[in-house]
């Protein structure tokens, strides 16, 4: 059963256009969703977390939103960079006896064509 | 900056071996996990320790085991690896929200 989901397995985007990524969850016990990136042969690297008590934070180019009624966030990149191709995960992270269990979707390879 | 390392980058190993994968932080984290990443799957929780000594396990704990022994060190253990255990396993320390990811260890069952 797939909590965290990422419908889309690949998005391709012109350079200096708006990437979006999509999210879809199904527990409203979440506590914080993230967005990491990961190159080849690289492990993932943070990007952008949100709590859930949020409905938009911005880093730079980077803005996620969280939609608590859909169960539904998205990560906007604007402008989207050559440099930006890689594949985005989004995560959600439940606190239980105190300690985080961290779950991950499927991914979205993302292209920025230059 | 917090260091994640993973013993190796590449691994060959022969159909029921053991195989031992390994993962130390230098940040003093408590928690660890080990992920697996599939095309078309993500990233899947194998197992993940909380404290030295204590192990969960994850979405998909069958054929694996793990060791806390020290705070720093969690290892993945295949007991009898199998083909379907051919794929990109990645080490997490985990400070309050955010992940920190070794470099991942590529692992070829033949």
């Known amino acids: 059963d797939q909590q965290v989901k990422q419908n889309s397995p690949s998005l391709s985007v012109q350079e200096g256009r708006i990437s979006i990524l999509n999210c879809d969850y199904t527990?409203?016990?979440?506590?914080?969703f993230l967005w990491y990136k990961k190159y080849p042969a690289e492990g993932p690297t943070f990007l952008i977390s949100?709590?859930?008590?949020?409905d938009k934070n911005e880093d730079g180019r980077f803005t996620v939103f969280l939609n608590k009624s859909a169960k539904h966030l998205s990560l906007h990149i604007v402008p989207s960079q050559p440099g930006d191709s890689a594949v985005y995960f989004c995560?959600?992270?439940?606190?239980?006896?105190?300690?985080?269990?961290?779950?991950f979707g499927t991914g979205t390879r993302l292209k920025v064509l230059a | 900056d917090v260091k994640v390392t993973q013993s190796s980058r590449y691994l060959v190993k022969r159909t029921g071996e053991k195989v031992f994968l390994e993962c130390v932080q230098d940040?003093?984290?408590?928690?660890m996990f080990w992920y697996r990443q599939d095309p078309g799957l993500g990233l899947r929780l194998i197992y993940f320790?909380?404290?030295?000594?204590?192990?969960e396990k994850g979405d998909i704990p069958e054929g694996y085991s793990v060791s806390r022994e020290k705070k720093e060190r969690f290892s993945l253990i295949l007991e009898s690896a199998s083909t379907n255990q051919t794929s990109m396993y990645l080490c997490?320390?985990?400070?309050?929200?955010?992940?920190?990811f070794g470099q991942g260890t590529r692992l070829t069952v033949v």
């Open positions: 995560a959600a992270i439940r606190r239980r006896e105190g300690t985080y269990k961290y779950i």
């Open positions: 527990n409203s016990m979440f506590d914080y």
């Open positions: 949100i709590s859930s008590i949020k």
């Open positions: 940040m003093d984290h408590e928690n």
């Open positions: 320790s909380y404290d030295v000594k204590m192990k």
């Open positions: 997490a320390s985990i400070v309050e929200t955010e992940a920190f």
